[in-house]
């Protein structure tokens, strides 16, 4: 079965189109905390493909990845909400995104990185300060 069969019936015409404009990366959230970061001196590379998950950010020499999500789609505790519509099926499509968010972060930890995760809703400015904080407790020490 191919995953076109799986898909609910949308809606309607603009309920659809809504989605499909909805960007995976360089979200706004995630612009402003990279802007953020830049402005503090901190360099990183973004959606490094050789990583599990593919993290928003990674700061390679601190060992630190970063995913900026949204508050629906990775069902946040403050304000997730499930679609009234297509409900069990949504249901299972949130699940399987926490779920995949946990087996990524798993991968991650074996390689020896630190994972955090933020959430488009944090004020930016303490989500910087968050990452900040573990980029500079995981750096490497300087060499004399």
Do not use: I, Y
């Amino acid at each position: 079965m191919d995953r076109k069969s799986t898909l609910p019936r949308p809606l309607d015409a603009a309920t659809s189109a809504r989605f499909r404009r909805m960007p995976r990366a360089s979200t706004k959230p995630e612009l402003s905390l990279r802007r953020e970061l830049h402005r503090r001196g901190l360099r990183f590379r973004v959606n490094h493909p050789g990583l599990p998950g593919r993290p928003d950010l990674a700061f390679t020499r601190a060992k630190v990845a970063v995913f900026v999500d949204g508050c629906f789609w990775h069902r946040c505790p403050e304000h997730g909400t499930l679609p009234r519509n297509n409900r069990d099926w949504w249901q299972q499509k949130l699940d399987r995104n926490v779920a995949r968010d946990h087996a990524k972060d798993a991968a991650l930890a074996e390689l020896g990185w630190t994972v955090l995760h933020v959430w488009e809703h944090e004020a930016t400015d303490a989500a910087a300060d968050r990452v900040e904080a573990e980029w500079r407790r995981r750096l490497p020490p300087a060499r004399p």
